[in-house]
């Protein structure tokens, strides 16, 4: 069972998730948000120290959010648990319509509502990844700003916001 650093109440808090939607159908888009959204923007080391540690005083306060101070000025950054709710978030309204039966994937529909187009879905799932990654480049700073907290962010040079996905291929002659 993976190590989850938000639940889906922690996502309804910031965002409107429907209360039907069962906790541990929920948790799968935590858990793709997790590792395909947000530990590919985190060098592997802190990634995983982070997933250990979650509970230690400095990243409790790294998940959450808050306010700190940095040369005489008070800053404030919304947390590693609201990143992950907009990436989870993002996630789950994409997908969430789409529903498994014996017949195939479909979308269900009353006569009191009609779903989202996927232009639509598409939109705001790109809308809510924008903003989670704006909030990573905040996390980003409060971790550097506090790097002794978390010696594990600069392992490697991996540890940078990843603005675009390039994925490269290699023919196998």
């Known amino acids: 069972m993976p190590i989850l650093l938000i639940n889906k109440a922690k996502v309804a808090e910031k965002l409107q ?47 959450d959010g808050g306010n700190y101070d940095y040369k005489g000025r008070t800053y404030n950054f ?27 994937f479909v979308v269900k529909t009353t006569p009191n509502s009609e779903p989202l187009s996927l232009a639509e879905r598409k939109n705001d799932y790109y809308e809510k990844q924008r903003q989670a990654n704006l909030m990573m480049e905040d996390v980003v700073k409060f971790i550097q700003r506090n790097i002794t907290d978390y010696p594990s962010w600069n392992a490697s040079q991996n540890c940078n916001s990843v603005t675009s996905n390039g994925f490269k291929t290699k023919v196998i002659q």
């Open 78 to 104: 919304q947390g590693i648990a609201t990143v992950l709710s907009y990436f989870a978030f993002a996630r789950f309204k994409l997908n969430s319509s789409a529903v498994s039966t014996s017949h195939g």
């Open 17 to 63: 998730v429907a209360i039907g939607y069962s906790d541990m159908e929920f948790n799968a888009f935590i858990n793709e948000a997790q590792e395909f959204d947000f530990k590919p923007l985190v060098q592997e080391d802190f990634y995983f120290d982070l997933l250990a540690k979650k509970a230690d005083a400095p990243y409790v306060e790294l998940i």
